[in-house]
Protein backbone atom coordinates (compact mmCIF):
# COMPACT_ATOMS: atom_id res chain seq x y z
CA UNK A 1 0.00 0.00 0.00
CA UNK A 2 1.45 3.60 -0.58
CA UNK A 3 1.96 5.43 2.06
CA UNK A 4 3.57 7.84 4.69
CA UNK A 5 6.02 6.89 6.86
CA UNK A 6 7.55 8.59 9.77
CA UNK A 7 10.18 7.88 12.50
CA UNK A 8 10.85 7.35 14.25
CA UNK A 9 7.45 6.95 15.89
CA UNK A 10 8.78 8.21 19.65
CA UNK A 11 11.49 10.41 19.92
CA UNK A 12 13.02 11.47 23.52
CA UNK A 13 15.86 14.71 23.24
CA UNK A 14 17.70 16.76 25.95
CA UNK A 15 16.71 20.35 25.92
CA UNK A 16 18.74 22.23 23.66
CA UNK A 17 19.89 18.85 22.16
CA UNK A 18 19.59 19.27 18.27
CA UNK A 19 17.08 16.25 16.81
CA UNK A 20 15.92 15.54 13.05
CA UNK A 21 12.78 13.51 12.35
CA UNK A 22 12.37 12.45 8.96
CA UNK A 23 9.49 11.24 6.71
CA UNK A 24 9.18 9.13 3.52
CA UNK A 25 6.49 8.55 0.93
CA UNK A 26 5.39 5.97 -1.62
CA UNK A 27 2.65 7.99 -2.84
CA UNK A 28 4.59 10.14 -5.65
CA UNK A 29 3.13 13.34 -4.23
CA UNK A 30 4.77 16.57 -5.13
CA UNK A 31 4.31 18.22 -2.06
CA UNK A 32 5.17 17.58 1.63
CA UNK A 33 3.91 19.07 4.82
CA UNK A 34 4.85 19.20 8.56
CA UNK A 35 2.38 20.07 10.96
CA UNK A 36 2.92 20.17 14.91
CA UNK A 37 0.01 19.41 16.98
CA UNK A 38 0.33 19.54 20.68
CA UNK A 39 -2.14 17.54 23.15
CA UNK A 40 -5.77 18.31 22.56
CA UNK A 41 -4.92 21.35 19.80
CA UNK A 42 -5.23 22.03 16.45
CA UNK A 43 -2.57 21.10 13.79
CA UNK A 44 -0.35 23.78 13.33
CA UNK A 45 1.26 23.90 9.92
CA UNK A 46 5.19 24.35 10.19
CA UNK A 47 5.89 24.67 6.04
CA UNK A 48 5.79 22.80 2.84
CA UNK A 49 7.69 22.18 0.08
CA UNK A 50 5.86 21.94 -3.66
CA UNK A 51 8.67 20.08 -5.19
CA UNK A 52 11.80 21.29 -3.57
CA UNK A 53 10.63 24.82 -3.55
CA UNK A 54 10.33 25.54 0.35
CA UNK A 55 7.97 27.43 1.47
CA UNK A 56 7.91 28.65 5.64
CA UNK A 57 4.89 29.98 7.81
CA UNK A 58 5.41 33.01 8.85
CA UNK A 59 4.92 32.12 12.83
CA UNK A 60 7.16 29.35 12.50
CA UNK A 61 10.23 29.55 15.02
CA UNK A 62 13.54 29.99 12.83
CA UNK A 63 14.79 27.03 15.58
CA UNK A 64 12.52 24.60 13.05
CA UNK A 65 14.35 23.97 9.30
CA UNK A 66 13.53 21.66 6.87
CA UNK A 67 15.33 19.70 4.08
CA UNK A 68 13.77 17.70 1.17
CA UNK A 69 16.38 15.68 -0.74
CA UNK A 70 14.15 14.35 -3.39
CA UNK A 71 10.36 13.31 -4.32
CA UNK A 72 10.80 10.66 -1.80
CA UNK A 73 11.74 11.86 1.70
CA UNK A 74 11.61 15.23 4.03
CA UNK A 75 12.94 15.89 6.93
CA UNK A 76 12.50 18.49 9.99
CA UNK A 77 15.86 19.48 11.67
CA UNK A 78 14.65 21.17 15.31
CA UNK A 79 17.94 23.20 16.03
CA UNK A 80 18.08 23.78 19.91
CA UNK A 81 14.61 21.99 20.97
CA UNK A 82 12.76 24.02 23.79
CA UNK A 83 9.87 22.55 26.22
CA UNK A 84 7.45 24.05 24.64
CA UNK A 85 8.46 21.79 21.15
CA UNK A 86 7.27 18.61 22.82
CA UNK A 87 4.49 17.92 20.05
CA UNK A 88 3.73 15.49 18.05
CA UNK A 89 4.87 16.18 14.41
CA UNK A 90 3.12 14.60 11.51
CA UNK A 91 4.15 14.68 7.85
CA UNK A 92 1.49 14.97 5.06
CA UNK A 93 1.45 14.89 1.40
CA UNK A 94 -0.62 16.20 -1.53
CA UNK A 95 -0.47 15.57 -5.15
CA UNK A 96 -0.96 19.00 -7.23
CA UNK A 97 -2.21 18.99 -10.70
CA UNK A 98 -4.04 21.15 -12.91
CA UNK A 99 -7.49 20.48 -10.58
CA UNK A 100 -6.07 21.42 -7.38
CA UNK A 101 -4.43 19.96 -4.58
CA UNK A 102 -5.57 16.35 -3.51
CA UNK A 103 -6.87 15.65 0.52
CA UNK A 104 -3.53 15.38 2.68
CA UNK A 105 -2.49 11.82 3.21
CA UNK A 106 -0.68 12.20 6.80
CA UNK A 107 1.38 9.21 8.37
CA UNK A 108 1.56 8.25 12.09
CA UNK A 109 3.20 10.99 13.66
CA UNK A 110 6.85 11.57 15.78
CA UNK A 111 5.75 12.17 19.42
CA UNK A 112 8.69 14.10 20.47
CA UNK A 113 9.30 14.53 24.04
CA UNK A 114 11.99 17.43 25.02
CA UNK A 115 13.74 16.54 29.06
CA UNK B 1 -7.48 35.46 8.55
CA UNK B 2 -9.38 31.78 7.96
CA UNK B 3 -10.54 30.35 10.78
CA UNK B 4 -11.96 27.09 12.06
CA UNK B 5 -14.00 26.43 15.18
CA UNK B 6 -15.47 22.95 16.05
CA UNK B 7 -18.02 22.44 18.97
CA UNK B 8 -18.60 20.61 21.05
CA UNK B 9 -14.62 19.77 22.13
CA UNK B 10 -15.89 16.46 23.62
CA UNK B 11 -18.69 14.14 23.14
CA UNK B 12 -19.82 11.05 25.02
CA UNK B 13 -22.49 8.85 23.50
CA UNK B 14 -24.48 5.48 23.96
CA UNK B 15 -23.75 2.95 20.99
CA UNK B 16 -26.98 3.79 18.55
CA UNK B 17 -27.52 7.25 19.80
CA UNK B 18 -26.88 9.16 16.76
CA UNK B 19 -25.81 12.69 16.84
CA UNK B 20 -24.04 15.57 15.12
CA UNK B 21 -20.52 17.43 15.08
CA UNK B 22 -19.63 20.99 14.25
CA UNK B 23 -17.40 23.00 12.43
CA UNK B 24 -17.91 26.81 11.77
CA UNK B 25 -15.81 28.44 9.69
CA UNK B 26 -14.50 31.54 8.53
CA UNK B 27 -12.24 31.82 5.30
CA UNK B 28 -11.63 34.26 1.81
CA UNK B 29 -12.82 31.65 -0.93
CA UNK B 30 -13.40 28.31 0.23
CA UNK B 31 -11.75 26.13 -2.04
CA UNK B 32 -12.74 22.92 0.07
CA UNK B 33 -13.74 21.83 3.30
CA UNK B 34 -12.42 19.00 4.85
CA UNK B 35 -13.36 15.65 7.62
CA UNK B 36 -10.26 13.58 9.40
CA UNK B 37 -10.62 10.76 11.78
CA UNK B 38 -7.55 10.58 14.00
CA UNK B 39 -7.54 8.12 16.72
CA UNK B 40 -5.13 8.13 19.67
CA UNK B 41 -1.40 8.02 18.84
CA UNK B 42 -1.66 8.03 14.99
CA UNK B 43 -1.96 10.72 12.16
CA UNK B 44 -4.97 12.11 10.46
CA UNK B 45 -6.92 10.10 8.80
CA UNK B 46 -9.21 11.67 5.49
CA UNK B 47 -12.99 11.09 5.19
CA UNK B 48 -14.32 13.69 3.19
CA UNK B 49 -14.07 17.19 1.00
CA UNK B 50 -16.57 19.59 0.69
CA UNK B 51 -16.94 22.17 -2.08
CA UNK B 52 -19.96 24.11 -1.91
CA UNK B 53 -23.00 25.08 0.03
CA UNK B 54 -25.74 22.46 -0.19
CA UNK B 55 -23.25 19.69 -0.98
CA UNK B 56 -23.28 16.14 1.27
CA UNK B 57 -21.36 13.42 1.45
CA UNK B 58 -21.85 10.06 3.28
CA UNK B 59 -19.41 6.55 4.28
CA UNK B 60 -21.08 3.95 6.27
CA UNK B 61 -22.74 5.68 9.53
CA UNK B 62 -21.23 9.31 8.73
CA UNK B 63 -22.48 12.13 6.68
CA UNK B 64 -21.02 15.90 6.25
CA UNK B 65 -23.26 18.84 5.14
CA UNK B 66 -21.86 22.24 3.84
CA UNK B 67 -23.21 25.37 4.64
CA UNK B 68 -21.68 29.38 4.18
CA UNK B 69 -20.67 29.04 7.69
CA UNK B 70 -20.41 25.63 9.00
CA UNK B 71 -20.54 22.12 8.11
CA UNK B 72 -22.12 19.47 10.09
CA UNK B 73 -20.51 15.52 10.97
CA UNK B 74 -23.85 13.29 11.51
CA UNK B 75 -23.21 10.23 13.39
CA UNK B 76 -26.29 7.50 13.06
CA UNK B 77 -26.27 5.18 15.55
CA UNK B 78 -23.03 5.16 15.96
CA UNK B 79 -20.45 2.28 17.27
CA UNK B 80 -17.90 1.97 19.55
CA UNK B 81 -15.41 1.89 16.71
CA UNK B 82 -16.43 5.18 15.85
CA UNK B 83 -14.79 6.78 18.94
CA UNK B 84 -11.75 9.04 17.66
CA UNK B 85 -11.25 12.71 17.80
CA UNK B 86 -12.65 14.30 14.48
CA UNK B 87 -11.44 17.40 12.67
CA UNK B 88 -12.48 19.51 10.04
CA UNK B 89 -10.23 21.98 7.74
CA UNK B 90 -10.17 24.25 5.56
CA UNK B 91 -8.86 25.75 2.44
CA UNK B 92 -8.98 29.20 1.28
CA UNK B 93 -8.03 31.22 -1.58
CA UNK B 94 -5.40 32.96 -0.08
CA UNK B 95 -3.80 29.86 1.43
CA UNK B 96 -4.38 27.53 -1.41
CA UNK B 97 -2.88 24.04 -0.38
CA UNK B 98 -2.66 24.28 2.88
CA UNK B 99 -5.02 23.25 5.57
CA UNK B 100 -6.40 25.30 8.57
CA UNK B 101 -7.59 22.85 10.92
CA UNK B 102 -9.95 23.35 14.26
CA UNK B 103 -8.87 22.04 17.69
CA UNK B 104 -11.01 18.52 17.05
CA UNK B 105 -13.87 17.14 18.74
CA UNK B 106 -12.95 13.77 20.60
CA UNK B 107 -16.13 11.52 20.16
CA UNK B 108 -16.44 8.61 22.72
CA UNK B 109 -19.14 6.13 22.27
CA UNK B 110 -20.08 3.23 24.41
CA UNK B 111 -21.44 0.02 23.90
Known amino acids: DAMVIQNPRYQVTQFGKPVTLSCSQT?????MYWYQQKSSQAPKLLFH???????NEADTPDNFQSRRPNTSFCFLDIRSPGLGDAAMYLC??????????????FGNGTRLTVT | EDQVTQSPEALRLQEGESSSLNCSYT??????LFWYRQDPGKGPEFLFT???AGEEKEKERLKATLTKKESFLHITAPKPEDSATYLC????????????FGQGTTLQVKP
Open chain 1, 49 to 55: YYDKDFN
Open chain 2, 50 to 52: LYS
Open chain 2, 89 to 100: AVEGSSNTGKLI
Open chain 2, 27 to 32: VSGLRG
Open chain 1, 92 to 105: ATSSFTTGGYSPLH
Open chain 1, 27 to 31: LNHNV
